[in-house]
């Protein structure tokens, strides 16, 4: 489990990066208050791996603890309005720096950050392993897995299905496998993953999902037939 501190001030922008906390696995909010000093005995308790901290002004951040603690120090995310502080962000060494107002895409940005940072797995970063968030163009859209019934690769780029939209996203086959949960999603070919309860018919080089003909390369056949329910 990756335990998690909030202090921030602003009640509101504190519960936002609750909520979304609470919705991705692995993670677990320890402590949520409004300044370090309310915290800070529980560093000292129990190994602490995240900390959004809001920090006012460059002057204030109250951290000098953190270099005597007997498990290794957090890895910090700094939240403020002012952008004057993101200098002092890096002084401390943080991973990352959000510049209010929060937004969950930003949130979801820095935790995978600091999980890369602590050599957790993507795949442990499906967000509440019922959606996922997929960067198109100059944004992040939340998509539900469930929705998702094929993935294609397109050079440099994959190809994500639904049955109502097709998102165009920069990256690999390896990469949107990897966040995938594997008791959902299997790749059958070297260009294409579907979703194992979207499957229709299968056959011997070929399946049909969603009315497209898939096909089934060698390779991934074995474990295809291993995972789907037949009797």
Same mark, same amino acid.
């Given at each position: 489990?990756?335990?998690?501190?909030?202090?921030?001030? %602003?009640?509101?922008?504190?519960?936002?990066?609750?909520?979304?906390?609470?919705?991705?696995?692995?993670?677990?909010?320890?402590?949520?208050?409004?300044?370090?000093?309310?915290?800070?005995?529980?560093?000292?308790?129990?190994?602490?791996?995240?900390?959004?901290? #809001?920090?006012?002004?460059?002057?204030? #951040?109250?951290?000098?603890?953190?270099? %005597?603690?007997?498990?290794?120090?957090?890895?910090?995310?700094?939240?403020?309005?002012?952008?004057?502080?993101?200098?002092?962000?890096?002084?401390? #060494?943080?991973?990352?720096?959000?510049?209010?107002?929060?937004?969950?895409?930003?949130?979801?940005?820095?935790?995978?950050?600091?999980?890369?940072?602590?050599?957790?797995?993507? @795949?442990?970063?499906?967000?509440?392993?019922?959606?996922?968030?997929? @960067?198109?163009?100059?944004?992040?859209?939340?998509?539900?897995? @469930?929705?998702?019934?094929?993935?294609?690769?397109?050079? %440099?780029?994959?190809?994500?299905?639904?049955?109502?939209?097709?998102?165009?996203?920069?990256?690999?086959?390896?990469?949107?496998?990897?966040?995938?949960?594997?008791?959902?999603?299997?790749?059958?070919?070297?260009?294409?993953?579907?979703?194992?309860?979207?499957?229709?018919?299968?056959?011997?080089?070929?399946?049909?999902?969603?009315?497209?003909?898939?096909?089934?390369?060698?390779?991934?056949?074995?474990?295809?037939?291993?995972?789907?329910?037949?009797?």
């Amino acid at each position: 489990m990756i335990n998690c501190i909030i202090v921030d001030s %602003d009640k509101t922008a504190r519960k936002m990066v609750e909520n979304i906390i609470g919705q991705i696995n692995h993670l677990s909010i320890v402590k949520s208050c409004s300044n370090i000093s309310e915290a800070s005995d529980i560093f000292l308790d129990q190994p602490i791996h995240i900390l959004f901290l #809001d920090i006012p002004s460059a002057a204030e #951040d109250g951290l000098g603890f953190l270099d %005597d603690l007997k498990y290794e120090k957090p890895k910090i995310i700094v939240t403020s309005a002012l952008n004057t502080v993101a200098t002092h962000a890096y002084d401390i #060494d943080a991973v990352d720096f959000i510049l209010k107002p929060i937004t969950v895409a930003r949130v979801v940005k820095s935790i995978a950050k600091a999980l890369k940072l602590e050599n957790y797995s993507h @795949k442990e970063l499906t967000h509440g392993e019922s959606s996922i968030f997929l @960067k198109v163009d100059h944004k992040f859209v939340k998509v539900d897995l @469930k929705d998702i019934y094929l993935i294609e690769a397109l050079a %440099d780029y994959v190809n994500v299905y639904t049955p109502n939209k097709r998102y165009t996203v920069h990256g690999t086959m390896k990469a949107m496998e990897d966040k995938l949960p594997e008791t959902e999603f299997i790749r059958v070919h070297k260009s294409y993953i579907v979703r194992i309860d979207h499957i229709m018919e299968v056959e011997r080089e070929t399946l049909n999902i969603e009315k497209r003909t898939i096909p089934v390369g060698n390779t991934y056949r074995k474990e295809l037939m291993e995972k789907l329910k037949i009797i």
